[in-house]
């Protein structure tokens, strides 16, 4: 590899690194394994970056490299079941929460136009800029800043929306048994 282009692939990490590593941070949940898988990302792109061509598409390049990386580390991961006399206590903290809100919200986001999702994913998954987000939707600020405003009120709704149907469905099930309603 050519100097410059070393060169090039040190400015771009110094550049992109911080949101390079909120990619990883979002793909497995310790923070240090995060750092790991980004710099095994980095170490793999290394050897491949002048060929690259698009440079503008390198986010993109890494982003995959992370992904299988970690679809790598996941397939080679050893579970060691030991057989015990008693289940332990479920931990107060499981994640299941988190993952539920998760799912929800990926619902959610499939209710709005690809393009406010777009917007959407972009401004608050990757924290891009507005700026950054409207170079990347080849769109103006003005616009991005509209239909991120659009899509956020669409969002709300939803949620609104499927909190009262909700509350419905408890209130119809509560009656179907025979148990009294609840002042709320």
């Excluded at 911080?18 to 979002?26: I, K, N, Q, T, Y």
């Excluded at 003005?142 to 509350?167: C, F, P, W, Y």
Aim: glycine share 4%; with cysteine.
């Amino acid at each position: 590899m050519a100097d410059n282009e070393v060169l090039g692939f040190e400015e771009y990490v110094r550049s992109r690194q911080d949101a390079l590593l909120r990619s990883a941070r979002r793909l497995v949940r310790d923070p240090v394994d995060a750092q790991d898988l980004l710099q095994t990302a980095l170490a793999r792109t290394f050897g491949r970056w002048d060929g690259i061509a698009d440079k503008s598409l390198a986010d993109a390049y890494l982003r995959r490299v992370m992904i299988n990386t970690r679809t790598e580390w996941w397939r080679a991961r050893k579970l060691d079941e030991v057989p015990v006399d008693q289940l332990p206590e479920a931990s107060l903290e499981d994640g299941s929460e988190q993952r539920a809100d998760r799912a929800l919200l990926m619902d959610v986001l499939r209710v709005l136009a690809p393009k406010q999702r777009s917007v959407v994913v972009l401004r608050h998954w990757e924290q891009m800029s507005t700026q950054e987000t409207a170079a990347a939707l080849g769109m103006s600020t003005g616009t991005v800043k509209s239909t991120l405003h659009r899509a956020l009120a669409r969002m709300r709704q939803e949620l609104e929306n499927r909190e009262l149907d909700a509350r419905a469905t408890e209130r119809r099930e509560r009656m179907e048994r025979g148990q009294p309603q609840c002042a709320a």
